[in-house]
């Protein structure tokens, strides 16, 4: 297999550590009709500049950087205005392109992409950032909006639910964690949880409305399903709003949502996809203080081997945490 090629005004990133995540699967299981095989996946990286192509202003050989798994063009519209995460042209490695489940990995546009790694944060804990921390922390701070003293629920104590924990704690919410697996559960009170429930064994709506007196502030699916979407939806407050981050694979067409529900006590409904590289900034002010610590998210790091075992059954995994590849092993 050739290495890859910086492409004009892009850079070609030796891989120091990149995440395993649910997203990961849903490419394996054919959820994005963009991937066409063979293909290399692999979003969430941090590394060392190897390369950098024509036209970069910003990087050179040497810089520690991580990148959103959202690429923009950097010339849109959307991406001068910093909001990349939603540009139409978009790159994603690992899914419009091969990813970081490698030595080395080709990103695009890197003066609008690429985020210096601080000399304070270590290489795993940076690419733990680029999806799952990132999107739970753009979910809360960007589309929620969420004030101290708030209720939040999380649904799904994962990646993006652990890092949602955290970063509500930070802010000042009251956090409400969802799971089915106790150990995760564990993992969230840790991280600064109040309460926890163990989906299945209780009607979480129900439970939530009795511990906040009337249901939560904001809610966030960080999972992914029919069940989680309506039990976070249906776990709000009047007025209340929701933040979709897991993604819902159709069923018959369409995922069934408690549209009802949203429509009589307006509830807001808000899509959370990434974070620009230009809102980096805000979250990394909050690591380099401590009052953010994505380290403590990672449950355990395997080499890519291991990585291609794990993934075809990652959606039914019991991780308590974040599962880190490194390429090197």
């Not at 990349?84 to 609008?112: I, K, N």
């Not at 708030?150 to 799904?156: F, N, P, Y």
């Not at 380099?288 to 990652?314: N, Q, S, W, Y």
């Amino acid at each position: 297999m050739a290495e890859p090629v910086a492409p004009d005004g892009g850079v070609v990133v030796r891989v120091v550590a990149t995440g395993l995540c649910r997203s990961d699967w849903h490419g394996w299981a054919g959820h994005d009709d963009d991937i066409v095989f063979p293909h290399v996946p692999g979003h969430e990286l941090a590394g060392v500049v190897a390369e950098a192509g024509a036209g970069v202003r910003r990087w050179k050989a040497g810089d520690r950087v991580t990148v959103p798994f959202v690429c923009g063009c950097g010339r849109c519209a959307w991406c001068l205005a910093g909001d990349a995460q939603v540009c139409p042209d978009q790159q994603q490695p690992g899914f419009t392109h091969w990813g970081s489940f490698a030595e080395y990995v080709a990103l695009h546009a890197a003066d609008t992409n690429l985020v210096a790694i601080p000399e304070t944060v270590g290489f795993a804990a940076a690419a733990g950032l680029g999806c799952r921390f990132a999107t739970a922390y753009r979910g809360l701070v960007g589309r929620a909006r969420l004030a101290e003293g708030e209720w939040v629920t999380v649904v799904g104590a994962g990646g993006v639910g652990l890092s949602a924990v955290m970063i509500a704690r930070a802010l000042g919410g009251r956090v409400i964690a969802v799971d089915r697996n106790p150990e995760a559960l564990a993992v969230a009170a840790g991280l600064g949880a109040e309460h926890t429930l163990l989906a299945g064994s209780a009607d979480v709506p129900a439970a939530v409305a009795a511990l906040t007196g009337g249901g939560s502030h904001v809610a966030m699916d960080a999972v992914g399903s029919e069940q989680t979407c309506t039990d976070a939806i249906l776990s709000l407050r009047r007025r209340g709003r929701h933040v979709q981050v897991g993604l819902l694979p159709p069923i018959d067409g369409h995922p069934r949502v408690p549209m009802a529900r949203v429509i009589g006590w307006e509830l807001d409904v808000l899509g959370s996809h990434g974070m620009a590289a230009a809102d980096y900034p805000g979250m990394l002010a909050l690591i380099e203080k401590g009052l953010l610590r994505p380290e403590r998210l990672i449950e355990r790091t395997v080499g890519l081997d291991e990585a291609a075992m794990l993934l075809p059954g990652f959606d039914q995994a019991t991780v308590a945490g974040m599962t880190m590849v490194d390429p090197s092993r």
